[in-house]
């Protein structure tokens, strides 16, 4: 008799497509950014069952909720123009829930968005502070 062993592999491991990759990619640039500018990372990729946010910092005692936008052109618009309504509500329930599980409702917070640029002939990063307000029905 025959036995045969299946490994799986881990979650992490599991190839990603060209956006993925792009948007990991972002996101290291963006949290090294922002440690050169003073930020103090608390998370990233903070997943809950209401959504994630990228990164969670904390700038000379404010805690951040950072979302980054990555692009390789601006064929689709411009980074900064990618955080949309309904992605700002989905935000803000994500960094209220951070903020009630970690009893900080009453702490100073804002979000900015991290427009990351990998256009090989014009790479940059910029960001946007206070990009958006709490937005919630």
């Known amino acids: 008799m025959n036995t045969f062993v ?3 592999k881990p979650r992490e491991h599991k190839m990603q497509n060209r956006h993925q990759k792009s ?3 972002g ?4 949290v090294r950014q ?5 930020y103090k990372i608390l998370e990233t990729n903070y997943l809950t069952k209401l959504g994630e946010i990228d990164v969670i910092a904390k700038d000379k005692g404010t ?3 950072v979302e980054v936008k990555a692009r390789r052109s601006v064929h ?3 980074a900064k123009e990618a955080v949309s309504t309904q992605k700002q509500k989905k935000i803000s329930m994500v960094a209220l829930y951070y903020l009630k599980t970690t ?6 917070a804002r979000f900015d968005v991290v427009a990351v ?8 990063v910029e960001i946007i502070k206070n990009a958006f307000e709490l937005a919630y029905e």
């Open 34 to 38: 922002l440690k050169k500018k003073g």
């Open 63 to 65: 805690i951040v909720f």
């Open 117 to 124: 640029n990998l256009n090989r002939d014009k790479p940059g």
């Open 76 to 78: 689709f618009g411009s």
């Open 6 to 8: 299946f490994f799986l």
């Open 23 to 25: 948007g990991k990619k």
């Open 103 to 108: 009893n900080q409702l009453t702490a100073k």
């Open 27 to 30: 996101e290291a640039i963006a």
